[in-house]
């Protein structure tokens, strides 16, 4: 990890709405996992085979994106980006099993094991931004939500194919309908700040290949 990159990351981290606690000393060369570390934490937390390629997809788009982001000036790390994206479900299985909110329970596992609140927001708030669209101050977190709005379950959609499948499991028998329709608005708004600010169509890109289609 380059000094600039080590930087990055700590000035992104302190602007971040979750800050780490009085004394907590940041070591980003310890903090960032690459995919072999969170592969490991994956089997720690017994991910299913199918949330485990979801997630891999997911960490795709968003590593695209960072490299984009990089390249227009955005102070992002790329590497840090990537790992929230490839955690942000690591509860997904338990709360499966066993109930909860995934996102707040993923969220906490995550700065336990990397000690990085920046990953960690990316996890906690994968669903749903509560804070202003600023890329250049939250982009981690706003590029793990719009790439996990663009992969449903396993497959590369759009927003709007993302959110219809929401609406017919969840949306009417759950009574979810304002709410889905509220966080398909964000994505779409987040959806056209990032097309503009990376000056790149993100409906036409093959993230797996990393160029447009």
């Not at 994956?42 to 390249?71: P, Q």
């Not at 955690?87 to 099993?97: E, F, G, N, V």
């Not at 749903?128 to 793990?144: G, H, I, Q, R, S």
């Not at 663009?150 to 929401?166: A, G, M, P, Q, Y």
Request: aromatic share 8%; charged share 25%; glycine share 4%.
């Amino acid at each position: 990890m380059s000094e600039k990159d080590t930087s990055d990351i700590a000035a992104e981290q302190y602007g971040s709405p979750l800050t780490p606690p009085p004394g907590m000393v940041f070591d980003p060369t310890l903090a960032v996992p690459n995919d072999a570390r969170c592969a490991e934490y994956w089997a720690r937390y017994d991910m299913l085979e199918n949330v485990a390629e979801h997630s891999t997809k997911v960490a795709n788009i968003a590593t695209f994106m960072a490299h984009h982001a990089k390249g227009v000036g955005l102070p992002v790390d790329v590497a840090t980006v990537r790992a929230s994206a490839l955690l942000h479900d690591i509860a997904k299985t338990y709360c499966i099993l066993h109930g909860g909110n995934h996102s707040q329970l993923g969220g906490a596992w995550a700065m336990e094991l990397t000690n990085n609140p920046t990953i960690a927001s990316g996890v906690t708030h994968h669903v749903y931004w509560p804070f202003e669209l600023d890329l250049e101050k939250y982009f981690t977190p706003l590029a793990v939500i719009y790439a996990d709005k663009r992969v449903n379950h396993t497959e590369l959609v759009s927003i709007e194919e993302r959110f219809k499948d929401l609406i017919k499991r969840y949306g009417i028998p759950l009574n979810l309908m304002d709410r889905i329709k509220a966080t398909e608005e964000q994505a779409l708004t987040l959806e056209k700040l990032l097309c503009d600010t990376l000056k790149v169509d993100l409906n036409a890109c093959d993230f797996d290949s990393w160029r447009l289609v």
